[in-house]
């Protein structure tokens, strides 16, 4: 499995995530998949080799304690994006919970 635990734990080690900032997880495929199409409206494809698999893209989706998506962010080279971004996690952070 490509996102097992101990492959998300080498990644997190390799780029030094911190441990109480960074979670990465890992689940059942078909509640992978029903997280990434309807909670993120994120569409899932089939690969060329039949392999079904994320659509990679360079947004963050940023997401506040109720599971509300508040924004998408194109952060590759777009220093603007980044900035909202900040900008939107500062003001989640001082928001209180719903």
Known sequence: M???VSVLQAYATKYGAAPMKWFFLTGQ?????HLAEKG???????DVGGEE?????DRVILVDAS????GYFNVAGDST???SLYNNMERLLVEKPL
């Open 81 to 83: 994006q980044v900035d």
């Open 67 to 70: 599971g509300k998506i508040r």
């Open 53 to 57: 698999q994320f659509t990679h893209s």
């Open 2 to 4: 490509r996102d097992s």
């Open 29 to 33: 495929k078909d509640s992978i998949y």
């Open 40 to 46: 993120f409206k994120i569409p899932v494809v089939q």
